[in-house]
């Protein structure tokens, strides 16, 4: 069973920047895709960036725009999303998720989950 912790939010001013760590408890985390999703109350849980096994490929949804870089670093067993040019909308529960499929946008592709972290961006 792989454990995964996010960290990294908090609150920030609009225009900000933030960088959310996901934390893998073993080294089988290094093999498989993982992506971050985010959620707020009454809204069902999105889609927000992907990264293969590898870290040779990265997938976006569009609101991203630039903004965000997904990036991993295996020998810390951590995948990373930097968050930039925050907007209020961007306020959410940010959680990351391990399976199978690089980028699928689909909650059940997912196997483990993280407990999430919040991110608040203030206007």
């Known amino acids: 069973q792989v454990q995964l912790e996010e960290s990294g939010g908090g609150l920030v001013q609009a225009g900000g920047s933030l960088r959310l760590s996901c934390a893998g408890s073993?080294?089988?985390?290094?093999?498989?895709?993982v992506s971050w999703f985010r959620q707020t109350p009454g809204k069902e849980r999105e889609f927000v960036a992907g990264?293969?096994?590898?870290?040779?490929?990265?997938y976006y949804a569009d609101f991203v725009e630039g903004r965000f870089t997904v990036s991993r670093d295996n020998a810390e067993n951590t995948v990373y999303l930097q968050m930039n040019s925050l907007k209020p909308e961007d306020t959410a529960v940010y959680y990351c998720a391990l399976g199978p499929v690089a980028g699928s946008t689909r909650l059940d592709h997912y196997v483990y989950w993280g407990q999430g972290t919040q991110v608040t961006v203030s206007s």
């Open positions: 990264i293969n096994g590898s870290g040779g490929r990265t």
């Open positions: 073993q080294r089988t985390f290094n093999t498989y895709p």
